[in-house]
């Protein structure tokens, strides 16, 4: 167990609707990434906030936002979804002592 | 960023000792070398990092070339639940806030 928590883990669809993935970060870390994971594009880095502020950007779609919030705890949010938007998504945390990102298992993503 | 090239799939028998290798021939001074590894259906999985000098741990070791421009993961006694994809990841200045970029990885595989 990671510490990190995703919710859901699964969640169907259909093509133009919107979804909210949700992350809770290990106690104390204040750094939270997204990735998303899909067969043919392996794991690629969405974003990243650390402490409220966005911190840096990958190939994240407009269609695509996140926040974290005070409390730390983030959330990633897919609008207009397309097929091509089935996949996993991973949110993982980091501490201060930097050097080890923990990963959630994920929230399966199926656009239908 | 720095890429690394690892070989898409290796093949070890259980209880033998297991070398992963990497090459990173453009790593930066403070580039760290970071392993992850991902297990089916789940999350990746920090294994090892280090900067210059080999580094061991309960999971493996880390042989990095006096260059640097190649490591090794070293897994001493391969088991079934080894069984998964390593991700060799250079990381500047292991900042808390750089995030990692996942290439393709090594698919390893175990024989029992």
């Known amino acids: 167990d990671s510490g990190v928590t995703q919710t859901p883990k699964h969640l169907i669809t259909a093509t133009g609707q919107r979804v909210t993935l949700r992350c809770s970060p290990r106690?104390?870390?204040?750094?939270v990434y997204w990735y998303q994971q899909s067969l043919d594009q392996g794991l690629q880095f969405l974003i990243q906030?650390?402490?409220?502020?966005?911190?840096a950007k990958g190939n994240i779609l407009e269609r695509f936002s996140a926040q974290q919030f005070p409390d730390l705890h983030s959330e990633l949010n897919l609008s207009s979804l397309e097929l091509g938007d089935s996949a996993l998504y991973f949110c993982?945390?980091?501490?201060?002592?930097?050097?080890?990102?923990?990963f959630g298992e994920g929230s399966r993503l199926t656009v239908l | 960023d720095a890429k690394t090239t690892q070989p898409n799939s290796m093949e070890s028998n259980e209880e033998e000792p297991v070398h992963l290798p990497c090459n990173h021939s453009?790593?930066?001074?403070?580039?760290?070398i970071h392993w992850y590894r991902q297990l089916p259906s789940q999350g990746p999985e920090y294994v090892i990092h280090?900067?210059?000098s080999n580094v061991n741990n309960r999971m493996a070791s880390l042989a990095i070339a006096e260059d640097r421009k190649s490591s090794t993961l070293i897994l001493h006694r391969a088991t079934l639940r080894d069984a998964a994809v390593y991700y060799c990841?250079?990381?500047?200045?292991?900042?808390?806030?750089?995030?990692?970029?996942f290439g393709g990885g090594t698919r390893l595989m175990v024989k029992p």
């Open positions: 993982a945390s980091e501490g201060l002592a930097a050097g080890e990102l923990f």
């Open positions: 106690s104390g870390d204040l750094s």
């Open positions: 906030y650390y402490n409220g502020e966005e911190r």
């Open positions: 453009t790593i930066s001074g403070t580039d760290y």
């Open positions: 280090g900067l210059t």
């Open positions: 990841i250079l990381r500047a200045n292991n900042n808390a806030g750089n995030m990692l970029t």
